[in-house]
């Protein structure tokens, strides 16, 4: 395979199918990742400060890593695509915010670096959506800025288990909350979707014809309240274990 067949994936010899193989396959090693860390939780939490750090520092020149080739090539085979590429996707602004509070030492951020992890990755975990699969190098993109970056999430969490209060919860809506009306501003402007304020992907309605009867606002506020919570109550419960 040329260099550039990977970049751009304009042959497509194993397409990605919805619940396929591949699918059922990365939501599974997301699990058994998830197992992983949760029965290993301790010995995680007991690990040296040194080693702590080392491990987070790695995953975020990871995803900085996958970001950077993501523009460098995009820019480079004139592929880059303001309508979908922009860092505005709610995935890839939990990527960053995972880089920055970690290069930057900002454990007291920590706290919203858990929820992020999880909040953006889930759908797109779930309903996961790329032209082709192992042969693409946007398939190796959505993996490490999703899957990784959930398993990592849960690793952090039991690295650094920081308090966790209705008051995170409550802050991190109000500001996601802003960022989707300013991007709905945008995309009425610019003809884009990001944050899926102006529709819900197609895909999507057609595996759930429903959905199109419902305002997406409300789907998507469901949605965001309803793994929030989840979270927080599970993080709440785990940090007062370990204490």
């Not at 979707?193 to 199109?212: D, E, R, V």
Request: hydrophobic share 55%.
């Amino acid at each position: 395979m040329k260099l550039k067949e990977f970049f751009v994936d304009e042959n497509i010899t194993i397409p990605f199918k919805l619940f396929g193989k591949t699918h059922l396959f990365l939501i599974a090693f997301v699990l058994v990742g998830l197992m992983v860390i949760y029965f290993n939780r301790k010995r995680l939490y007991q690990l040296s400060n040194v080693l702590k750090r080392r491990i987070v520092v790695i995953f975020a020149i990871i995803l900085l890593l996958n970001m950077i080739v993501l523009y460098v090539s995009s820019f480079y085979y004139q592929t880059f695509d303001y309508k979908t590429m922009l860092p505005f996707h709610l995935c890839y602004l939990s990527n960053y915010f995972y880089i920055i509070a970690v290069i930057l030492k900002k454990e007291n951020r920590y706290s919203y670096l858990y929820f992020l992890a999880f909040l953006g990755p889930i759908p797109a975990i779930i309903f996961f959506d790329v032209v082709s699969v192992w042969e693409s190098f946007n398939f190796y993109l959505y993996v490490i800025s999703h899957h990784l970056l959930v398993i990592m999430g849960l690793c952090t969490f039991y690295l650094y288990p920081r308090k966790v209060e209705l008051k995170h919860v409550f802050k991190l809506v109000v500001v996601l909350n802003i960022i989707y009306f300013l991007m709905k501003i945008f995309n009425y402007y610019f003809g884009t979707n990001y944050f899926f304020s102006q529709a819900i992907p197609p895909f999507i309605i057609h595996l759930m014809p429903f959905l199109k009867y419902i305002p997406v606002v409300i789907i998507l506020e469901g949605m965001e309240i309803l793994i929030l919570w989840g979270l927080y109550l599970f993080f709440k419960r785990q940090a007062s274990l370990l204490k």
